[in-house]
């Protein structure tokens, strides 16, 4: 039964810091809700960063197609 404890014991104290982590979150009115201007900007920065990965793959295929065909 001790070592049963000594093993529940660290699940126990995870579940009591999700606990009070939960009843702060539910009393807090503040949601911390993302405004749509932060959104369209993380949008936009993603796909600035695809197409530049794109233009990066591309040229490089480009570069290198004939090398890679002969393997």
């Known amino acids: 039964m001790r070592?049963?404890?000594r093993e529940i014991a660290p699940l126990m104290v995870v579940l009591e810091a999700l606990n009070e982590r939960?009843?702060?979150?539910r009393n807090n009115d503040d949601r911390g809700d993302?405004?749509?201007?932060t959104v369209i900007i993380w949008v936009a920065v993603i796909g600035v960063a695809v197409g530049i990965a794109t233009i990066?793959?591309?040229?490089?295929?480009?570069?290198y197609s004939a090398q890679l065909t002969g393997l």
């Open 22 to 25: 939960l009843r702060d979150v």
């Open 56 to 63: 990066i793959g591309v040229t490089l295929y480009n570069k």
């Open 3 to 5: 070592n049963k404890l």
């Open 34 to 37: 993302v405004s749509i201007s």
